[in-house]
């Protein structure tokens, strides 16, 4: 029984993370329909950054907002330089920049920050916590409070803001949306913005559990993108469930059968959604007025 505890806990933390990463998806998927493969670059930019900050002297809250605040930079002109001028271009293109996008700043993160394996200070040390026989790191407390905070944030904005109803409407008819006086350039902005700091904010939760490297992204973005499918692409919602539904898939095929599979559930959730409920759990069938 501690064991089952044990893969549910780690599970738990691991499904955050991936949980934050397709919020990531599915903000940018809400305004523009545009799948970014480049989120799991957001994540590791936001470890990096604020392991170079800490390496420079910078106390960890600070370092951590430069980072959060960087990426959202690097995001921005990804939309600014990349996304938009190709407005208009088939979605599978659009797609394409993302992954070159990812290429790209994986390579100047290797140039920069260097090739080596980092990890951050834990935020409340490194003292587990012991919870019906399973043994919790308090920075999984950190991670999975920042998942839900995080996810709490978005439903609010989306259902409750004018700006939130404003992406909807951008990513439902894009024209229509100006017609009726929406700046979508200014909308797309900010959920390249958005998305990034949040990509940003769970690097630095997660890289005291979990080492960062130049190269950590791309397994980041495959998983957050599985989950963003099992749970509804576009759905908040769904981000939160799919995370975390697949996290604890991975923990207990690693604890149950081999760690060897772990990261083959990934692939095998692409596949199931696909064949099975292409909207996955909380995806909405769309509709089209004529």
Known sequence: MSDLLQFLASGVTVGAVYALVALGFTIIYNASDVVNFAQGEF?????????????AGLPLPLAALIAIAVTSAIGVALNTFAIEPARGAPVVSLIIITIGASIFIRGVTQIVLGKGTHRL???SGDEPLHVFGATVLPQ???VTAGAVAIFVALWL???????????????NNRLAAQL?????????TLSFALSAAIGALAGVLITPILPTSFEVGISLALKGFAAAMLGGMGSPKGAL????????MEALTAGYISSHYKDAVAF????????AFPRGLYGSNPTERV
Do not use: D, E, K
Request: proline share 2%; no cysteine.
């Open 157 to 171: 904005f989306f259902t409750r803001t004018l700006t939130g109803r404003a992406v909807l409407a951008t990513s």
């Open 121 to 123: 200070p834990s935020f």
């Open 43 to 55: 994540v590791m930019l936001g470890g990096m950054i604020s392991v170079a900050g800490v390496a």
């Open 140 to 142: 999984s407390l950190w």
């Open 268 to 275: 095998f959730v692409i596949l199931a959604v696909l064949f």
């Open 241 to 248: 469930t799919g995370g975390l539904l697949l996290g604890l």
């Open 180 to 188: 009726v006086g929406i700046n979508t350039r200014f909308v797309m």
